[in-house]
């Protein structure tokens, strides 16, 4: 229910920004990408108030809260006075003018949603895994099975969106559809509230930030200290000691020795440890110092899925341009540009399936390996198929600018193409999210430690921010450098007039170049190794990387 809000906004936020608020394609793209961007950044302050003080209950239900406000006073302020004059906001009649205390709520609006849905987020996903032991193996492999349904939930709760939503903002009745999108956040909300009682809750850790600290200036501390090599000497607290940092203790891997150092007991140490206590600032636990090196271990692999994120947010913004500058009609019916998308939400439900029940045992019984592809194996076959999108993107772009009108005022619906030939690009952008962002849900819960489980989560978010911030960048750099002597550039306001395949090839190209230092990247990386409950050495099963 919050995602089919949320879409009910997002999904055709750049025709309302063109079509009720007067901007133009590329500055209403690059707003779209800033607003999308700034929501998923949201999510780092979310997991931040989750981990450290909150909890993941109560984090929820505050920016549930909050995207709640934000929907009510963006369906006000259309409702009152952005849609003027009555019956504007539709391809045939443009909205007028606004003034700054108009435009100042309605962005204070949609960035109230930004914060409320990008602090919720990564903590749903989180709170969702909570509800599952690992430690069981029935609840553990429900856990795995959780993040594929859990991605399936949002994108089927965005069809309805994608489907009946934008129809009616397409013609013009976005107070309709914003009201219907409020009206779905408060029943997401009071829905949560209900089940309080049936959930597991975990107490937060405690500040990160205060715990990273600690480790790097103990570390410095002990810049001339001799270290063993095998590493058998650093500290380790005892029992339920250690769930200061977590409910489990995280074993010692090689790697990042000057970390290592926080964790070297001197002999002044030594002797203060008949009382029982240590200072952290100057002794550090191995699996404090391990909970650093795990996020320095997966920094590279989280800047390598950003590109991708850059692919995706196109589907948001230009493929619905794109769109809107086909033939989108059939017989007297006309399709809104933005409910293409519908077609990357059944891709992904067809592609969850087909990977869960089809691709995942044939692979699993053919490297005789139960848990089949590794997480960053699947994140990996996304990338190769987000560079086949944008060539499928570029290649469409080709032809719909081969029976597109040049001298049309409006080029809406100027093109003899059917919009129905993106059916391809969206499938094919379907099926990368079920590797990529599945598979990124997934690493990053998994191979967060313990403290920072919501953290883990918000890295996948912030991945998809920082993808829109870079395709924002991407398209002013793009029109600086194209629209020179006269020439209108890639990204016209005017489509036809402009060459949006080659900002399709350039992606497709960057990527390819993306997936050669991810592929670097993966082969580095080594998986986080816990110690589980009961004192076992749980080792993940799959820390042998295979790319």
């Given at each position: ?243 200061e940092y977590g409910d489990r203790k995280i074993l010692h891997t090689q790697g990042f020795k000057f970390l290592d150092r926080a964790a070297v007991i001197t002999q002044k140490e030594f002797n203060q440890m008949d009382k029982d206590t240590h200072n952290p600032w100057h002794l550090c636990t191995v699996t404090q110092v391990e909970e650093v090196k795990c996020i320095l271990r997966l920094l590279p692999i989280w800047l390598c899925t950003i590109l991708y994120s850059v692919v995706f947010t196109q589907m948001a913004s230009l493929f619905v341009e794109q769109g809107a500058a086909m033939k989108t009609t059939i017989s007297s019916f006309h399709i809104p540009p933005a409910s293409m998308s519908s077609f990357d939400i059944l891709s992904v439900a067809a592609f969850i399936f087909i990977y869960k029940r089809v691709l995942d045992p044939l692979v699993a019984l053919r490297m005789n390996n139960a848990k ?176």
């Open positions: 229910m919050a995602t089919l809000a949320f879409f009910g906004v997002g999904v055709n936020l750049v025709l309302f920004l063109t079509r009720v608020l007067g901007q133009d394609n590329a500055e209403a793209a690059n707003n779209v990408s800033k607003w999308t961007g700034t929501v998923y950044l949201f999510s780092l302050l979310g997991a931040f108030l989750s981990d450290s003080y909150w909890g993941r209950y109560k984090t929820c239900a505050i920016f549930q809260a909050i995207f709640v406000i934000g929907l009510v006073s963006l369906s006000l302020s259309t409702s009152i006075f952005l849609l003027k004059p009555k019956g504007c906001g539709d391809e045939q009649s443009p909205c007028g003018s606004h003034s700054a205390f108009q435009l100042a709520f309605f962005n204070l609006s949609i960035y109230l949603i930004a914060l409320g849905n990008g602090g919720y987020q990564p903590n749903i996903a989180t709170f969702g895994a909570d509800q599952f032991d690992e430690e069981d193996p029935i609840e553990g492999y429900s856990k795995i099975a959780f993040f594929s349904y859990f991605y399936l939930a949002l994108n089927l709760g965005s069809l309805f969106s994608n489907t009946v939503l934008g129809y009616f903002e397409n013609e013009g009745m976005w107070a309709i559809g914003f009201w219907a999108s409020t009206g779905s956040a408060i029943l997401a909300l009071v829905l949560f509230l209900y089940g309080t009682p049936r959930y597991r809750h975990f107490e937060p850790k405690g500040n990160p930030l205060s715990r990273f600290s600690q480790v790097l200036v103990a570390a410095t501390r002990k810049l001339k200290v001799e270290m063993m090599p095998s590493g058998e000497d650093l500290f380790e607290l005892e029992g339920k000691k250690c769930s089949g592809l590794t997480e960053l194996q699947r994140m990996g076959i996304g990338l190769v198929i987000a560079i086949l999108a944008m060539v499928a993107a570029g290649v469409i772009e080709c032809f719909r600018l081969k029976n597109a009108k040049t001298d049309c005022p409006n080029c809406e619906g100027s093109s003899s193409l059917s919009i129905f030939w993106q059916i391809p690009q969206y499938v094919l952008i379907g099926a990368s999210e079920v590797f990529m962002y599945v598979g990124q849900l997934e690493f990053f819960n998994g191979q967060a430690p313990d403290g920072i489980k919501s953290f883990g989560s918000a890295l996948c978010m912030t991945s998809i921010s920082l993808g829109n911030y870079v395709s924002s960048l991407l398209v002013t750099i793009v029109m600086r450098f194209s629209a020179r002597d006269n020439m209108p550039g890639w990204i016209p306001s005017n489509l036809n007039k402009g060459h949006l395949d080659h900002f399709y090839f350039l992606l497709a190209t960057l990527t390819t170049v993306d997936l050669m230092v991810y592929i670097a990247c993966a082969k580095w990386y080594k998986y986080i190794k816990f110690e589980g409950k009961s004192g076992d050495n749980n080792a993940n099963e799959h820390a042998e990387l295979r790319v």
